[in-house]
């Protein structure tokens, strides 16, 4: 005779209901339930759903872009997807990794296939998302975690930066050393991390009194080339004093925007101070030195590969949105200015 969802409940001694439960992958079930009925779901040759074995130890790492124009071969990412990968070896998962395109006319049929297809988890790399991709993901069964990216009212849980303390803290170290005159350079791309930094900034300017005027916000295209070209586009339009003190949302912007304040003729730090994000190898390289946000970029991947585990193993139905501060690094690229300075400034 054919085996039922209730014959397995029967000997489990549970309802058919936690059966279908585990079977779904819902997240309320224990661990030790969940075993006891896929043992004897296999045993008594019930079809089990894919993914659903407890000796399946594979984990699913998406890579999702929108435009392609973040997440690409940069020492940030690579050594994200690295600090993923060792995790996964320490817990003794193996790791599938997984490229999406929004812009791929097969891309539901291609997470349609990933959500039934054998993995116990997914990690789902969101830097490049918005709400309407996140949503392809709704009916996912299993545990999913959306790393880098903040959906602030969705239901996931997520591990991030946290991307408005580096905004605010870039602000506090411009105030301290005496700037009086702020602008922001930005993606022309928007998405959730860059917003997050100017909401900082802007927050850590207001405490102080001073605010980020709309023609102060530089939007150029999140590549080193590309944001070399829109800055020097910007700057030849530009009829007003630049200000003193300029945010640039991540390095690969700064170093791009300082090239093209170079070749317009001002000098960095002292016509211009900059402040990147992430403390990428190339702050150490260029001239002046950048100053930084540094983001640990290993322990992101690690939390979130934790994490992860935690759901699957504990069947931890909590939703946390853990994020990892970041840290300030002073190098050269910020010039203190003096009472007198910035007397003069003022004055035009």
């Known amino acids: 005779m054919k085996v039922t969802i209730r014959d397995i409940a029967r000997e489990a001694g549970v309802s058919p209901a936690t059966v279908s439960n585990v079977f779904n992958g819902k997240n309320k079930i224990s661990e030790k339930t969940r075993e006891l009925v896929l043992a004897i779901a296999q045993r008594r040759g019930y079809a089990v759903p894919a993914g659903m074995s407890p000796e399946n130890r594979t ?71 918005n709400d309407e991709n996140l949503q392809l993901f709704k009916n996912c069964k299993m545990p999913l975690l959306v790393l880098d990216s903040l959906f602030l009212w969705d239901d996931h849980n997520a591990v991030i930066i946290n991307n408005r303390e580096a905004g605010y803290l870039a602000a506090e170290h411009f105030v301290e050393n005496g700037h009086r005159s702020f602008g922001l350079i930005t993606s022309s791309f928007p998405f959730n991390n860059m917003t997050d930094r100017r909401d900082g900034y802007v927050a850590g300017l207001a405490k102080h009194g001073f605010a980020l005027r709309g023609e102060d916000v530089f939007c150029v295209e999140p ?37 093209a304040l170079k070749q317009r003729g001002f000098a960095l730090p002292d016509d211009v101070s900059i402040i990147g994000m992430d403390d990428l190898p190339i702050c150490c390289v260029t001239s002046p030195q950048l100053s ?16 992860l585990i935690e759901m699957i193993e504990r069947r931890d139905s909590a939703v946390y949105k853990i994020a990892l501060d970041v840290q300030l690094v002073q190098r050269e690229s910020v010039k203190e200015l003096r009472a007198a300075e910035q007397a003069a400034i003022l004055r035009g």
């Not at 890579?63 to 995790?87: C, N, Q, Y």
């Not at 006319?105 to 969101?126: E, F, H, M, Y």
């Not at 930084?292 to 994490?307: I, P």
């Open 59 to 129: 984990l699913r790492f998406i890579i999702f872009k929108r435009h392609g124009k973040v997440i690409m071969d940069t020492p940030f990412f690579s050594e994200l997807i690295s600090s993923i990968e060792s995790a996964c070896r320490a817990h003794q998962y193996e790791l599938l990794i997984s490229y999406m395109d929004a812009g791929d006319p097969n891309l539901r049929t291609q997470i349609a296939d990933v959500l039934k297809n054998g993995s116990r988890g997914i990690l789902l790399l969101a830097t490049e998302m």
């Open 223 to 259: 590549t080193m080339e590309g944001a070399a070209r829109d800055m020097l586009a910007l700057l030849e339009m530009r009829a007003q004093p630049l200000p003193t003190a300029m945010f640039a949302s991540n390095d690969i912007i700064a170093v791009g925007a300082s090239r």
């Open 292 to 307: 930084t946000l540094a983001v640990h970029k290993r322990q992101l991947g690690t939390a979130a590969v934790n994490r």
